[in-house]
């Protein structure tokens, strides 16, 4: 699990708050209820509007998935695939079975299975690139949808506090009324600033990039698998694989064997 994201909105959150703290601002004082269901139910509203349903719960179930951050580490994913070279050398494509029988993975399961039943290597290549693509393609769709919502918040704000002024507007006739009434005008276009900046656009970009890391991994199994498919030599492959790995160090014990 990586935090970050949840880190991240903590100490932006707490940091406010302290700002609010030192200036002497009251927390009720932007917590009032008609801009709040403005910006946020408004700014979901026309999120929903740009696309279709199925975009909009597809994105929001995606939303535990930023605040977790799962994923795996390359090398883990190199090593495994570097073993798997080494049964398939020992004991043939074949016994590539029963590790697809305990695979966890469903991309790295279906690929093993597929080596396993004597799938040619371009057609295997085509399957998995192709729900690569797939996986890309509903990521993306999640991660621009929170964008988008990080685009609409500020302006739907913006309309949350004229519509506030038009209010103000009719009261000028109570000069002692009128200080709060601002006050609270501007409530609307914090919020959407906000939620647009502390919410929805690091939701977004977090999504994009759990959506590259998950694509990496994806594709060093893909590159790997096959390379076992065609017979090659484990330690090479570990070593090629490491090279499509920005920032990869080599394995203690090559570095060893280099130190000797």
């Known amino acids: 699990m990586d935090p970050a994201t949840l880190i991240g909105l903590v100490v932006a959150f707490g940091a406010l708050y302290g700002m609010m703290t030192i200036e002497g601002v009251h927390l009720e004082a932007v917590l009032l209820p008609a801009p709040l269901i403005l910006v946020f139910g408004a700014t979901i509203a026309v999120g929903i509007a740009g696309g279709t349903l199925k975009d909009a719960f597809g994105s929001f179930k995606s939303i535990p998935r930023a605040f977790r951050g799962k994923t795996t580490p390359p090398q883990a994913v190199i090593d495994n695939v570097v073993a798997l070279a080494e049964k398939a050398r020992s004991d043939g494509l074949l016994s590539l079975e029963q590790e697809a029988e305990s695979a966890d993975d469903p991309f790295l399961k279906g690929a093993l299975q597929n080596i396993a039943d004597g799938t040619d290597g371009e057609e295997l290549r085509m399957l998995l690139e192709d729900e690569i693509t797939s996986k890309a393609a509903a990521d993306r769709t999640a991660s621009k949808f929170f964008t988008s919502l990080g685009g609409y ?70 590159e790997g698998v096959l390379a076992v498919q065609a017979g090659s030599q484990p330690r090479l492959l570990g070593e090629r694989l490491r090279a499509m790995v920005p920032n990869s160090a080599p394995p203690k014990a090559a570095k060893a064997a280099k130190a000797a």
């Not at 739907?156 to 009324?177: A, F, M, Q, R, Y």
């Not at 977090?206 to 199994?221: F, G, P, Q």
């Open 153 to 222: 918040a500020p302006t739907v704000g913006i309309i949350g506090t004229v519509v506030s002024l038009i209010h103000v507007l009719e009261n000028l006739s109570s000069p002692d009324k009128l200080g709060p009434l601002i006050a609270a005008a501007f409530v609307a276009t914090l919020w959407g600033l906000l939620s647009a900046n502390f919410i929805w656009l690091p939701i977004g970009a977090r999504l994009k990039r759990l959506s590259d890391l998950e694509v990496a991994r994806m594709t060093l199994i893909m």
